[in-house]
């Protein structure tokens, strides 16, 4: 596993994590790939959920990167995967699994593993094609 734990003075500990996202879109006619990484810190996505809602307004002004934006709103109620739902695909990426958010206009796959991320959007792919 790929976490990094920071102790902060008063007890703190962090969990930080890194994550790739990779998957597709279209939007206007264009077609793009998502493709990237980024750190993730549990903390961040625990606050923002129990301070948060699901329109984007936290009281304690957490401010999330986009992968830590994309497990807090998953797919902003689509597919009725959103905003309720953040604890349990957190906990997902937290056990090292791949989490699957298919939006309007663009579908991805968030995980620490990579070559699980791309299984996971292969077998999407052949769903579709059903």
Do not use: Q
């Not at 793009?32 to 304690?60: H, P, Q, T």
């Not at 009725?80 to 739902?85: E, P, Q, R, S």
């Not at 959007?121 to 059903?130: V, Y």
């Amino acid at each position: 596993m790929n976490w990094l734990l920071t102790f902060l003075g008063f007890g703190f500990i962090i969990l930080i994590m890194k994550l790739n996202k990779i998957g597709y879109g279209s939007s206007r006619g264009y077609d793009y790939k998502i493709s990237n990484d980024c750190i993730i810190r549990e903390k961040n996505v625990r606050l923002f959920y129990e301070n948060g809602d699901e329109d984007g307004d936290c009281e304690r002004g957490v401010d999330l990167n986009r992968i830590e934006e994309d497990i807090v709103f998953g797919d902003y109620g689509f597919m009725d995967n959103g905003f309720d739902n953040c604890l349990n695909r957190l906990e997902k990426v937290l056990k090292g699994e791949c989490i699957r958010i298919e939006r309007e206009e663009e579908c991805f796959v968030i995980g620490e593993d990579i070559g699980k991320c791309y299984m996971e959007i292969g077998k999407m792919e052949l769903e579709w094609r059903e």
